[in-house]
């Protein structure tokens, strides 16, 4: 069974960090290239970051460059996301998402960033 489990949303002030982990089974995670999207009420799913299979390229949204750090471990079927200086506007449920022959999507965790 195909599982994404994603942990490590809340609520955190501006300028505040998060970190989030998705931890998958039951498929071969090395294979798969993964990606961290968001969404909030009205709007459509945004991708935030993704992460080649080996770790070596990632790619960003403009709105996180700089502020987001995305990365995994293969050892460990792992995929982080770990988000500095958060604004209001990071506010969003964030969503795991791998990605190869099938596409596999997480529960999502909620972020709040609010004083």
């Known amino acids: 069974q195909v599982q994404l489990v994603e942990s490590g949303g809340g609520l955190v002030q501006p300028g505040g960090s998060l970190r989030l982990s998705c931890a998958a089974s039951?498929?071969?995670?090395?294979?798969?290239?993964m990606n961290w999207y968001r969404q909030t009420p009205g709007k459509e799913r945004e991708l935030v970051a993704s992460v080649s299979t080996d770790g070596g390229w990632t790619h960003y949204a403009d709105s996180v460059k700089g502020r987001f750090t995305i990365s995994r471990d293969n050892a460990k079927s792992t995929v982080y996301l770990q988000m500095n200086s958060l604004k209001s506007e990071d506010t969003a449920v964030y969503y795991c998402?791998?990605?190869?022959?099938?596409?596999?999507w997480g529960q999502g965790t909620q972020v709040t960033v609010s004083s």
């Open positions: 039951g498929f071969t995670f090395s294979l798969y290239g």
């Open positions: 998402n791998a990605r190869w022959t099938f596409d596999y």
